[in-house]
T-cell receptor
Framework: QKEVEQNSGPLSVPEGAIASLNCTYS??????FFWYRQYSGKSPELIMS????GDKEDGRFTAQLNKASQYVSLLIRDSQPSDSATYLC?????????????FGTGTLLAVQP | DGGITQSPKYLFRKEGQNVTLSCEQN?????MYWYRQDPGQGLRLIYY???????QKGDIAEGYSVSREKKESFPLTVTSAQKNPTAFYLC????????????FGEGSWLTVV
């Protein structure tokens, strides 16, 4: 069974701090990784995708990937109360023509004003 | 506007009844998906389709059925065989081929009464 593991939280950080969200995955063959944000009662929306080892930055968000350790993380700089949401890590376990994501259970982030 | 439309947004079902959730997309995506989310949980894949007239079971297909007669449409039927159908159902779509971003509709809340 291919799995994606996340700490469910809640992760509480003060406004303006850096929030660090972590994810590990079991399928060593996975090549693409995604972070989604989900507000309560809403559908997930894509924050970032990452495909290569190292860091990828987009505004206040940085995704980090280490395939050897099977580890993906998301850093949120200058955290804002509007960042309070559940963050879902997703890993592609398809191959060839098949696009298939499996998700972790999500980490609840609470940014305290 | 381009997007994924799910209907109805809220649905109540009596035990023993089948219900069908609609999903339509105008993004010209080949691949479509159905996920289920229970409170405080991650997303679990029910069925997915990479091309018209073809679909595959996901991790929790028992008690569900789908069809893919048109590229734009991927309806999900929750049958009376599904023992715990109360959940948030999410339809999604993507460009075909592994590693592409999956985009979500707004979701449908199903409650069994």
């Amino acid at each position: 069974q291919k799995e994606v593991e996340q700490n469910s939280g809640p992760l509480s950080v003060p406004e303006g701090a850096i929030a660090s969200l972590n994810c590990t995955y079991s399928d060593r063959g996975s090549q693409s990784f995604f972070w989604y944000r989900q507000y309560s009662g809403k559908s997930p929306e894509l924050i970032m995708s990452i495909y290569s080892n190292g860091d990828k930055e987009d505004g206040r968000f940085t995704a980090q990937l280490n395939k050897a350790s099977q580890y993906v993380s998301l850093l949120i700089r200058d955290s804002q109360p509007s960042d309070s949401a559940t963050y879902l890590c997703a890993v592609n376990v398809g191959g060839g023509a098949t696009n298939k994501l499996i998700f972790g259970t999500g980490t609840l982030l609470a940014v305290q004003p | 506007d381009g997007g994924i439309t799910q209907s109805p947004k809220y649905l109540f079902r009596k035990e023993g009844q089948n219900v069908t959730l609609s999903c339509e997309q105008n993004l010209n995506h080949d691949a479509m998906y159905w996920y289920r989310q229970d409170p405080g949980q991650g997303l679990r894949l029910i069925y997915y389709s990479q091309i018209v007239n073809d679909f595959q079971k996901g991790d929790i297909a028992e008690g569900y059925s789908v069809s893919r007669e048109k590229k734009e449409s991927f309806p999900l039927t929750v049958t009376s065989a599904q023992k715990n159908p109360t959940a948030f159902y999410l339809c999604a779509s993507s460009i075909s081929g592994t590693g592409n971003t999956i985009y979500f509709g707004e979701g449908s809340w199903l409650t069994v009464v």
